[in-house]
């Protein structure tokens, strides 16, 4: 049994996820469908990306992860498979699926172009269903990647972001932001081994932000960083949104005083 793993930005109020799987079903009835997430925010690669990144290792190898991320749906853009030194990403070739099979090692990439093996009718806005779901399929049930497309030899990579470190400040990036509303930076723990006092600069002044192992220690009301199971410091606010309150959004740079 194949495994498929799929991450969207489909939610679950519509029928695209079913559908999808519906199509790899019947195209591949031995392979088991398995649900990374489905509600990265809408058009967003940079999320998508870091999901992906963060998510694959822990699937069995062999894995086919199917990436639907796609603004750019029916446009000129590539249709991706790529084979890593252990799993299969099939998604758009528009960054989304880079952080990931660049950590495992690519070994080939292939454009799909076969339309024998996209389903009969494809719909310009609706190609997860059409060909990307379809393409997992096959693979999963052991179809030559040479068979679907032509090899290619690069892919579009997102280039991840880089704080700027100084001994007085660290200006960062808000990575990502999970359910919880904890706001996810390109930082390490070991970037303020040294410090004690932290502070956020905000537009009403400086916040400070304790440093904590896990979220039970910090006090209602007040802002922390520690490292979360994403490998990156995140600030957080004790059961409450600290992206809501600090107003973070994805992309946004923040500067956290040293001391």
Not at 71 to 77: D, L
Not at 132 to 137: D, M, Q, V
Not at 188 to 207: C, N, P, Q
Request: net charge positive; with cysteine; hydrophobic share 45%.
């Amino acid at each position: 049994m194949k495994t498929i793993a799929l991450l969207t930005d489909f939610g679950q109020s519509d029928n695209f996820v079913g559908v999808m799987k519906g199509v790899i079903s019947s195209l591949c009835p031995q392979s088991l469908c398995l649900d990374i997430t489905h509600a990265v925010p809408s058009w967003n690669i940079r999320a998508a990306a870091f999901l992906l990144w963060k998510s694959y290792s822990f699937f069995p190898h062999q894995t086919v992860f199917l990436v639907v991320v796609d603004p750019t749906v029916g446009s000129w853009r590539k249709i991706l498979i790529v084979k890593t030194r252990h799993y299969h990403f099939v998604g758009p070739d528009n960054g989304v699926l880079s952080w990931a099979a660049e950590e495992d090692g690519v070994v080939s990439l292939v454009s799909a172009s076969n339309s024998k093996y996209f389903l009969p009718q494809v719909s310009a806005t609706f190609q997860g269903r059409d060909i990307f779901a379809p393409l997992a399929a096959h693979i999963a049930c052991g179809v030559a990647l040479s068979r679907l497309g032509r090899a290619e030899k690069k892919m579009v990579s997102l280039e991840f972001p880089r704080p700027q470190i100084s001994s007085s400040r660290i200006i960062a990036e808000v990575i990502y932001i999970d359910k919880f509303g904890n706001a996810i930076l390109n930082i390490k723990k070991e970037d303020f081994a040294s410090f004690r006092k932290l502070y956020l600069k905000t537009k009403k002044g400086l916040v400070g932000l304790e440093k904590k192992t896990f979220y039970h220690q910090a006090k209602k009301g007040r802002f922390f960083l520690l490292e979360g199971s994403f490998g990156f410091l995140e600030i957080a606010l004790k059961e409450d949104s600290a992206a809501s309150y600090l107003k973070l959004s994805v992309g946004m740079k923040v500067e956290i005083i040293l001391k």
